[in-house]
Antibody, heavy 123, light 107 residues
Framework: QVQLVESGGGVVQPGGSLRLSCAASGFTFSSYGMHWVRQAPGKGLEWVAF????????YYADSVKGRFTISRDNSKNTLYLQMNSLRAEDTAVYYC????????????????WGKGTTVTVSS | DIQLTQSPSFLSASVGDRVTITCRAS??????LAWYQQKPGKAPKLLIYAASTLQSGVPSRFSGSGSGTEFTLTISSLQPEDFATYYCQQLNSYSYTFGQGTKLEIK
């Protein structure tokens, strides 16, 4: 079945870095755009970043632009989020999610989500 | 960036009730809007996309409508499993913002 599994979360000091991964299975990963979405403790959902199915286009929320980088390795069916210069306000559960339709030039609605990985930024 | 404002933020209702949640966009977004349901400790689930299209497998008691700047999610007859938080999300711009959420609680 279609599955997304995030990993790489943990506790990091302010100013530090972390790389999240999202392993995809059950679908043709290289055909779908992918997203990262986060949720701070007790708060709502915040879209973080999107990458086109072939990696050619990437979009970011203003809150992470210049600090976070989304990437993908279609040969490994894996999505990444490199997070640098982390701040306390980046503390959240990070979800990866798949576009509903394939070969989209732009982002689509998110029809499959992982269970999330927790990032805590604290000294 | 386009802002989405949901109302109400909290809603108390009973099993069998008909409920409506509204999502207003700060500028026109055509029909590029989705609704998600999230239960505590779980990932969100896509319910409605393109403002009014029911995602496969979602019960028909859920429906969506609207275009431009005003959208609604309606649950025709609440079931116990529907008590959750609901979010709208827009895809019109390159910053795919969510609304702040509506928590639906049992009365």
């Amino acid at each position: 079945q279609v599955q997304l599994v995030e990993s790489g979360g943990g506790v990091v000091q302010p100013g530090g870095s972390l790389r999240l991964s999202c392993a995809a299975s059950g679908f043709t990963f290289s055909s779908y755009g992918m997203h990262w979405v986060r949720q701070a403790p007790g708060k709502g959902l915040e879209w973080v970043a999107f990458i086109r199915y072939d990696g050619s286009n990437k979009y970011y929320a203003d809150s992470v632009k210049g600090r976070f980088t989304i990437s993908r390795d279609n040969s490994k069916n894996t999505l990444y989020l490199q997070m640098n210069s982390l701040r306390a306000e980046d503390t959240a559960v990070y979800y990866c999610a798949k576009d509903r339709s394939n070969y989209g030039d732009y982002a689509d609605y998110m029809d499959v989500w992982g269970k999330g990985t927790t990032v805590t930024v604290s000294s | 960036d386009i802002q989405l404002t949901q109302s109400p933020s909290f809603l108390s209702a009973s099993v069998g009730d008909r409920v409506t949640i509204t999502c207003r966009a700060s500028q026109g977004i055509s029909s590029y809007l989705a609704w998600y349901q999230q239960k505590p400790g779980k990932a969100p689930k896509l319910l409605i996309y393109a403002a009014s299209t029911l995602q496969s497998g979602v019960p028909s008691r859920f429906s969506g409508s609207g275009s431009g700047t005003e959208f609604t999610l309606t649950i025709s007859s609440l079931q116990p499993e529907d008590f959750a938080t609901y979010y709208c999300q827009q895809l019109n711009s390159y910053s795919y913002t969510f609304g702040q959420g509506t928590k639906l609680e049992i009365k």
